[in-house]
């Protein structure tokens, strides 16, 4: 194993660490900081990658701006204590088994796409950002689409969850 590789699993380590960590948090400052350690191990891995473009806007859209925003967000809004849900056993079944689906696809997805170094060789033949863009709607299409419907699906959670009860 090359030094290179040993550092971008080191730091993907670290990504994955850091986003159990966000989301198991009860603490919500505490989870906006394990969001800045899984932001700037992803930056670290653009950097890995070659991608000066991606990882320039990680690190100002990302862990400048939206995480600015949640923390202010956490400042301002009254945090209660969480409420608890109600779900019945029909709803963790549910739950359960979208989340088993949504790993399952994901697995596919990745088992299908092609190594780290052949990503990583690629774009040195174009322009970086036109070569991301390329790859994009071309070659990964399919996990651009997953990851597009796990962001609704994502969205239309925070909504459900953040609707105040009648």
């Keep these: ?4 590789l040993a550092v971008f699993y080191f730091f993907a380590a670290l990504a994955t660490v850091g986003g159990v960590m966000t989301i198991t948090r009860k603490n919500a400052v505490h ?12 930056a670290a891995i ?8 991606l990882f320039a806007v ?5 862990a400048g701006g939206i995480l ?8 301002l809004v009254n ?3 969480p409420r608890r849900f109600s779900g019945g056993r029909m709803r963790l079944a549910a739950s359960g088994a979208m989340t088993l689906l949504l790993f399952g696809i994901l697995a596919t997805t990745f088992a299908r796409s092609t190594s780290v170094t052949a990503v990583a060789a690629s774009p040195a033949a174009e322009g970086n950002l036109q070569a991301v863009g390329a790859m994009l709607y071309t070659q990964y299409i399919l996990p651009f689409e997953v990851v597009s419907v ?3 699906v994502a969205m239309i959670g925070a909504i459900v969850l953040g609707r105040p009860r009648a």
Excluded at 58 to 62: F, H, I, K, R
Excluded at 68 to 75: A, T
């Design 58 to 62: 990680q690190v100002l859209v990302y």
């Design 46 to 53: 653009y950097v890995l990658l070659g991608a000066d473009f």
């Design 31 to 42: 989870s906006a900081v394990y969001l800045v350690l899984t932001f700037v191990a992803i």
């Design 68 to 75: 600015v925003l949640f923390l202010f967000v956490i400042m």
């Design 79 to 81: 945090l209660e204590e």
């Design 1 to 4: 194993m090359n030094w290179g």
């Design 150 to 152: 796990l962001l609704l």
